[in-house]
């Protein structure tokens, strides 16, 4: 995948945390709030958008990241480049673009998804999906929401401090389609996935299953939450 890497310094060090870094794919699908940590040797790392799996915030699990060697290889390495450069250049936000194809040829960000029906008591949630690209990122933490219009997907986000008009939180994306055909394209996939499996549920033609197709890595799944 082509990538387009953008490095945010921190003017103010909180803690341990020297950055924030955002990589678009293909100019189609960006993830954000990744971050770049220093630990006590002064080493700089990467660390992928995560939310806490407990209660009590004892475990933490990613929301994205990459299933391959080389392309954690590829994406972290391209992260802690721009981020050097930030530092050298003093400056406080840096952009890097890494092509792996011909970089005047337009390339197709190609994926597959995974949906299944899952309902919470109290909740408009009616499933769960995980994306990939290209066989090399995961997705997790999708979900399908009954809307006033019908079924609608929701991608990973989180709480930030502002609010609306009435007073509510509003969210922002962690991870998300850039254009709008391939939103259309992806979002499309996802419910058809999601219609499929309620089909074949409904028919019983298929057990409880949270195990994806052969050929996929880093498949980890709770039995009682999938795709999480």
């Known amino acids: 995948m082509n990538m387009e890497i953008t490095v945010n310094q921190l003017e103010k060090r909180e803690g341990n945390l020297r950055a924030f870094a955002s990589a678009v794919f293909d100019e189609s699908f960006k993830v954000s709030n990744i971050a770049v940590i220093e630990n006590k040797n002064g080493q700089s790392f990467v660390s992928m958008p995560r939310y806490a799996s407990s209660k009590d915030d004892s475990g933490y699990k990613d929301i994205c990241h990459p299933i391959t060697k080389e392309f954690r290889e590829q994406l972290y390495d391209g992260i802690l480049k721009a981020y050097e450069q930030v530092q050298q250049e003093e400056e406080n936000r840096l952009q890097l673009k890494i092509y792996e194809a011909d970089k005047d040829k337009k390339t197709e960000l190609k994926f597959q998804v995974k949906a299944v029906p899952f309902e919470r008591d109290g909740s408009n949630l009616k499933g769960l999906a995980r994306i990939y690209l290209e066989d090399c990122f995961v997705i997790n933490n999708v979900s399908l929401l009954q809307g006033k219009n019908g ?76 795709f999480r």
């Open 151 to 226: 079924l609608f997907v929701a991608m990973p986000s989180y709480k930030t401090k502002q609010t609306d008009e009435q007073g509510k939180s509003i969210y922002q994306d962690i991870c998300f389609p850039v254009t709008k055909e391939f939103r259309e394209q992806l979002y499309g996939a996802v419910r058809k996935s999601f219609e499929e499996s309620k089909e074949k549920q409904k028919s019983g033609e298929e057990k409880e299953q949270t195990k994806p197709s052969a050929g996929h890595d880093g498949w980890q799944e709770a039995r009682d939450t999938p």
